[in-house]
């Protein structure tokens, strides 16, 4: 209460060299003329860091002496890309970083290339979780990050004969300069044994006796508003063995045995699982999710509430965010400290509980709902398995109370599925538990509430909700596009990065003949520093200064990657077959960024097609500055950054019903690129507001594709009966592509589509291949693709996710931003 606040050092340059060559001699240890790039990229960071530090304390201080309510963002996956320029956006230190490491004869974009991002994510939302903390500190909301450090985030991707190979991201081997370690905070978080009678317990109360334990250890990460004074915490997990194992329960001669035995507690923050869509029910898995929970909540209720906190108004206090099912064993474990460590009744237990957790549902594919066999959650969390269970029972009453005799309602929404095997389903328990349930797009919202959760959606109607998800402004315009950002800043004022419905103030000047000609230099500028990065970075070549065709993406089946791939072969092959002139064909560059789940081998079979006909294409000189393909690996935030802002048009052509939102869809059209997409996910929602004239629309709508799959597809008769389709996948399946190579990828991928092709591309590939001709012509007339690009932007604010976490505040929170000047 009584420290003075620290000063902010003087925003100047004479301030910020003397913090860097503070850090450099006194933080590393050496002198500029001997310094490393490493050391010169962490004297820097930490340089930035100071500036930003004050304002970290101030927050924590008035978090503490407020006791406002607080947004408890548990994630597993913060997907959270380069922190420094973020760092120097905030505490607007760009220029003057620049500046003064120029005049020490550095160039500050060398050593920001020093940086590994922290790969703490697979896609969309982990993403999504870094864009929100940063629209949460930008909105003064006060809130806290929880998740785990993982020493190894996604892994690099990179190919060998076109074939994915995967190796380890180490992204610490040289140390973090952004996180700060407390180990004072370290929680321990038990696993196994059995449970035991509470005979003088409360209501529902029993012992837990656990067989092992692991220490968790906070690491915190500043999470800067966007100069607004505020820094958020984002408290990271990482697993450590008690740091006095038991060496008694070890003989003598076992002492190594038991020095060894350390690895096994702290592989549970080794690696990120690397699944997103049909994750296996792994015992490790399990761990993580429980051990960041676990420690999660300990933390937030005995360090962060004041020691005499009735938990009574914890829903006043806190509100639990959980982001997917990842997280949602926190609810038996929130119940257990209640009845069984707390003395709470059940009752009383389970209405703070329902209180204090909301869901959010990031999926409509069944194969990807979590669901963990009751064998092995009954060995892992003893305890928490028969508080399932007793909240699953008292939930089956309710739902009997509601819909007598309808026993197959009763065993559709229970929590415990009985087929295949007994398992926890872990929506079914989010659902039950949340006092809200979000979708993430408005067409996903109706079909969760229609179909994956109607039983629950009946019984609760006022539960469901939805909030469109959106990206934040600051790093997918403000840094990934300086170019964009000044020219837009020039016509409206830089009001837009805080309040992006101000781009509606660019739509006038979508009719400028001016304006689209300064808009077009800042596309092209933006394409020849993407030739140059993939260049250096991969080798590859881009078509001429052609139009830029982008589809970037985690490689999954019902994202349609092997459509696009359709519709490359179908040009290539209607040009050698003289069917399409050479002079016809618009200059373009098809590039792809995708990794594919190490496990899931068709996914892995269709990158190595791609490469095997990007490789064909690419080698073909009567196609050169024509077509394209290009394929840099480990498509990662760093080269999002890079490649979103040189699209011209933004491939989103799942099959429509199976992309619950996209995010990077928002991005190409904040960019200025086009979007040819499906009625799916947000693409409903970004059609609507950029228009039709704008979008590039194709494809069945879901009620379409669903009437399809029912009256039973055959992908055979769109095969036989089109016969642009049929020479496209002939060739592939000749073995043209592929050293006349058959078997293998050709063989699977052909035969994956023409028997089954479970999420219909070749249903809509006449569309597609229609409406590709539509965007040829399109771009041919400059001026009004340009007029078209301005208006995406223009008019794609609502995208902005300050929107989505305003909406959020609203509809399921009731969190207030602060007012940090009050
Ligand atoms: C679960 C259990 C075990 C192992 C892994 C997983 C797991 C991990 C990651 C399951 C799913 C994910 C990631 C899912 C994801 O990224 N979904 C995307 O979320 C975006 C943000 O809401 C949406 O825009 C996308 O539509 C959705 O696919």
């Excluded at 003949?513 to 520093?529: C, D, L, M």
Aim: proline share 5%; with cysteine.
């Amino acid at each position: 209460e009584n420290t003075p606040p620290l000063a902010v050092p003087e925003h100047s340059v004479e301030s910020f060299t003397r913090a860097f060559l503070r850090e450099l001699n006194y933080g590393r240890g050496v002198d500029l003329d001997r310094a490393s790039a490493n050391d010169k990229y962490y004297a820097l960071s930490r340089a930035v860091r100071h500036y930003l530090t004050t304002r970290w304390l101030e927050t924590l201080r008035n978090q503490y002496r407020d006791q406002a309510k607080t947004v408890a963002y548990l994630s597993a996956e913060f997907l959270l890309g380069p922190q420094l320029e973020n760092a120097l956006l905030a505490a607007d230190l760009e220029d003057i970083a620049r500046e003064s490491l120029a005049n020490l004869g550095l160039d500050i974009d060398e050593l920001q290339a020093v940086e590994e991002e922290p790969g703490l994510g697979n896609g969309g939302l982990g993403r999504l979780a870094a864009c929100f903390i940063d629209s949460l500190a930008t909105m003064n909301v006060p809130t806290v990050g929880y998740g785990i450090r993982y020493e190894y985030g996604i892994f690099k991707q990179t190919f060998v004969d076109g074939k994915q190979v995967e190796k380890p991201d180490h992204w610490l081997h040289l140390g973090s300069p952004w996180e700060l370690p407390h180990p004072e905070y370290s929680v321990d978080v038990h696993f196994g044994g059995h449970t035991e009678d509470k005979p003088d317990g409360s209501d529902g109360a029993r012992t837990w006796i656990p067989s092992w334990r692991v220490t968790a250890k906070p690491y915190n990460y500043m999470v800067p508003g966007y100069r607004n004074g505020r820094v958020n915490t984002l408290r990271l997990w990482s697993a450590r063995a008690r740091h006095d194992f038991d060496l008694r329960e070890f003989n003598a001669g076992e002492y190594t045995e038991a020095v060894r035995a350390r690895t096994f507690a702290e592989n549970i923050s080794k690696v990120l699982y690397p699944e997103d869509s049909t994750p296996q029910g792994k015992e490790l898995r399990l761990q993580q999710q429980y051990f960041f929970v676990a420690a999660s909540l300990h933390d937030f209720i005995e360090h962060v509430l004041p020691r005499d906190y009735d938990l009574k108004n914890l829903p006043d206090r806190i509100i639990w965010q959980l982001n997917d099912t990842h997280p949602v064993i926190a609810v038996p474990e929130l119940m257990r400290i209640l009845v069984d460590d707390k003395g709470w009744d059940w009752a009383d237990a389970w209405a703070v509980t329902q209180k204090s957790f909301a869901y959010t549902c990031h999926t409509l594919l069944p194969e990807a709902l979590e669901v963990w066999p009751v064998d092995l959650m009954g060995k892992l969390l003893p305890r928490h398995l028969e508080i399932i269970y007793r909240i699953n029972e008292e939930f089956l009453e309710e739902v009997r109370a509601a819909f007598p005799g309808d026993e197959l309602r009763v065993r559709r929404m229970s929590i415990i599925a009985e087929q295949p095997g007994r398992a926890v389903r872990m929506a079914h328990l989010a659902t039950v538990a949340g006092f809200k349930v979000n979708g993430v797009a408005e067409l996903h919202s109706e079909l969760l509430k229609d179909k994956v959760l109607n039983d629950f959606a009946q019984m609760w109607p006022e539960k469901f909700t939805n909030v469109t998800n959106g990206v934040t402004p600051r790093r997918f315009i403000r840094l990934a596009n300086p170019a964009l950002s000044e020219l837009i800043t020039a016509a409206i004022g830089d009001g837009w990065i805080t309040d992006l419905e101000q781009l509606r103030g660019l739509e006038p000047l979508a009719d400028d003949a001016e304006f689209r000609h300064a808009f077009r230099e800042v596309k092209g500028a933006n394409k020849r520093r993407l030739a140059k990065v993939l260049m250096d970075r991969d080798g590859i070549e881009l078509a001429g200064d052609g139009m830029v065709d982008a589809m970037v993406k985690r490689l999954h089946e019902y994202k349609r990657q092997s459509l696009k791939l359709l519709h490359i072969v179908s040009l290539y092959e209607g040009i050698k077959s003289g069917r399409i002139p050479l002079e016809s064909v618009t200059p373009r560059t098809f590039v792809f960024g995708a990794k594919a789940a190490p496990g899931y081998v068709r996914a892995k079979e269709t990158i190595e097609l791609i490469n095997a006909v990007g490789r064909t294409i690419n080698a073909d000189a009567s196609l050169k500055g024509r077509l394209k393909v290009a394929f840099p690996p480990n498509y990662n935030v760093t080269l999002a950054e890079v490649l979103i802002p040189a699209a011209d048009l933004s491939e989103q052509i799942s099959l429509a019903g199976k992309e619950a939102s996209g995010t990077g869809n928002m991005k190409f059209a904040l960019n200025g690129a086009l979007t040819i997409g499906t009625d799916d996910g947000a693409n409903v929602e970004i059609r609507k507001l950029v228009g039709d004239e704008n979008f590039f629309l194709f494809g069945m709508t879901e009620p379409e594709a669903s009437s399809l799959e029912s009256r039973g597809y055959d992908p055979g008769e769109y095969y036989e009966s089109d016969p642009e389709l049929k020479a496209a996948l002939n060739l592939i399946a000749s073995g043209h592509f592929t050293d006349g190579e058959r078997g293998g990828a050709v063989a699977s991928i052909f035969a994956s589509l023409t028997e089954r092709d479970r999420f219909m591309a070749l249903a809509d590939f006449r569309s597609y291949m229609d409406t590709q001709k539509k965007v040829e012509a399109a771009y041919l007339d400059h001026e009004s693709w340009s007029r078209s690009a301005i208006l995406n932007v223009a008019r794609s604010g609502y995208f902005s996710s300050d929107r989505s976490i305003q909406d959020y505040l609203d509809r399921i929170w009731g969190a207030k931003p602060i007012d940090q000047n009050a």
